[in-house]
């Protein structure tokens, strides 16, 4: 290169001269700063085994989160380094470890890595979720937990929320009378994204196709964002062609359902506060221009909104299944809430959830065993920190297995077993919650990306499962060979075959 400027200084004009030296020192700088960051790297463990271009990522299964805890057993229980293709990744995989990263050095690894995919279904990553850490994220964050997160707003959707679980209620009575099994997993899908669409859309009447379209997108975003995306691995290839237009056209389709419903909002008058549905508060947002939303940033966010009921869903499912595998914790389940429950009641309330510290137990024994995120979201890091010893680089994606957390040995007692008794006043974990705080026990993360859904889906998980357990008894259709646990890695992890169960009403109502 220094023959090169040398023999441009002799022949070339001052200007093409002064081009090649600015390259020229950029490329020199990004050598430096890669090979610095590549040095500090290469000092933490990582698996010997490591192949050119795809690097570490054939030692990942089709379920990530367990092939992560078995190569941290064998080359780094507290942090080791992973090369995903082009993309180093740092795996925490012990609670000491996940304080440093969500903790001391929370203000340091509060970014998110960007996704090419993510950045075309989300116009640019201006969801809440996937944006990088700055003044944009701060603002729709807090649009989002002052607007439509706190405990009153939750309090007012709760009639449209008890709506919901009537709905369940009526189609589970049916199944009852006809003595057939329900697919519960099916319902409890719709029961839980439809408790997400109503709070985004509750303004408008109720249609039956939004419901189709939405579960359709839904389930593209799953195979567009799920898994563990070779094109997040190589950011160039991404860019191809293939992958974009399939996310493009993807996007329209999100595009046309969501601009509709906004128009439809902002056509109508709305009188009361209460009455504010979210995209009503995200439209007076935007026309009292308190912040700068586009319209883009709007249904970026709606998105968001809609896609967290797969996660609520996915407790749910899992928390039924595990009863059913444990007939002794549903009786005791059952009872508790048959016993907290004024007798003939249509609707278990949330008055009625107050005193039910049982029900409290199992939804925390449900996430601690399967977290439906059990690798979060990536963590990204916007400055250089020591931790444990190491310089860890600007720039570096930091993978937080939670699943691995909630069943580490060395922390829990019979770590792999389904014993919500273990979060009961009298035990040692009792006083362990998921608001961040026990690094044991993260489902919902923990830091300023904390998940800021933690209420809200506390209130809908007890009340479904309250009014379940109120109402029916459940057994297995006649021949089931059992509950199969299998699961199945995507967006979320979920188990792979729908629950089919049949209900009786139970005498006691
Ligand atoms: C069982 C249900 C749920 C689970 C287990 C869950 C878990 C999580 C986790 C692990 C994160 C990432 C935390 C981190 O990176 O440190 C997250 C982020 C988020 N969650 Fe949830 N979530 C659930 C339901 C919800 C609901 C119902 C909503 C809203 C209505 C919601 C809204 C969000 C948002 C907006 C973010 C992004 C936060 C940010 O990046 O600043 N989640 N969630």
């Given amino acids: 290169m220094a023959l090169v400027l040398a023999h441009l200084h002799e022949h070339a004009s001052p200007y093409a001269l002064a081009l090649a030296i600015v390259l020229f020192l ?21 698996p010997r085994f490591k192949l050119p271009i795809i690097g570490h990522l054939h030692l990942v299964g089709p379920l990530p989160h367990v092939s992560l805890r078995e190569l941290a057993r064998k ?44 950045e ?34 939750i309090r007012s959707n709760l009639a449209s929320r008890e709506q919901e679980v009537r709905l369940v209620l009526t189609e589970v009575r049916e199944a009852a009378a006809a003595g057939t099994a329900v697919d519960l ?12 669409i109503q709070t985004v859309l ?29 094109y997040d691995y190589f950011p160039s290839l991404a860019r191809l062609d293939m992958v974009s237009a399939k996310a493009a056209k993807h996007k329209k389709r999100w595009d046309d359902l969501l601009d509709d419903l906004i128009d439809r909002h902002a056509n109508k008058p709305v009188e009361e506060d209460d009455d504010k549905d979210f995209i009503d508060v995200l439209l007076s947002v935007q026309v009292q ?84 995120g059990p690798l979060m979201v990536p963590h990204f890091s916007m400055a250089d920190c020591d931790m444990h010893g190491y310089t860890i680089p600007s720039g570096t994606r930091a993978i937080v297995n939670v699943w691995a957390l909630g069943r580490d040995t060395s922390c829990w007692e019979s770590a792999e077993e389904f014993m919500p008794e273990r ?53 297995l259709p006649k021949g089931s060979p059992g509950i199969d646990m299998t699961e199945v890695f995507g967006l979320d992890v979920h188990r792979k075959d729908n629950l089919l169960l049949v209900p009786c009403v139970a005498q006691h109502t």
């Fill in 26 to 46: 950029m490329a020199v700088h990004f050598a430096m700063s890669t090979s610095r960051a590549e040095r500090l790297l290469s000092k933490l463990s990582s």
């Fill in 75 to 118: 080359h780094g229980p507290d942090v080791m380094l992973l090369r995903l293709g082009a993309v180093p990744a740092l795996i925490v995989s012990s609670p000491r470890a996940a304080k440093a990263i969500l903790r001391t050095h929370d203000h340091l690894f509060a970014s998110r890595p960007s996704s090419a995919v993510g």
């Fill in 423 to 475: 979060f009961m006043e009298e035990t040692m974990d009792a006083a362990s919650d998921f608001h961040g705080n026990d690094f044991r026990f993260l489902p919902f993360g923990s830091g300023r990306r904390m998940c800021p859904g933690v209420k809200s889906v506390t209130v809908t998980f007890e009340l479904i499962m309250a009014n379940l357990m109120y109402h029916f008894n459940w057994e």
């Fill in 289 to 372: 221009q308190e912040h700068s939303l586009t319209r883009d940033n709007i249904k970026s966010v709606l998105m968001d909104i809609i896609e967290a009921g797969t996660a609520t869903y996915i407790a749910l499912d899992y928390a039924m299944a595990e009863l059913m595998r444990k007939p002794q914790v549903m009786a005791k389940l059952q009872a508790e809430v048959r016993r907290c429950t004024n007798k003939g009641k249509e609707v278990v309330n949330q008055e009625d959830l107050g005193s039910m510290s049982y029900l409290k137990a199992v939804m925390k024994e449900t996430l601690r065993l399967h977290p439906p």
């Fill in 185 to 196: 997993s099916e319902l409890l899908s719709s029961f839980a994204h439809h408790v997400e």
């Fill in 202 to 230: 509750g303004r408008l009447p109720r249609e039956a196709g939004w419901s189709k379209q939405f579960h359709e997108l839904l389930e593209g975003n799953s195979k567009l964002l799920g898994g563990f995306n070779w």
């Fill in 120 to 153: 075309i279904l989300f116009s640019g990553s201006t969801n809440v979720a996937n944006a990088p850490y700055g003044d944009y994220w701060r603002e729709i964050r807090k649009i989002v937990t002052t607007h439509l997160l706190t405990t009153n707003k």
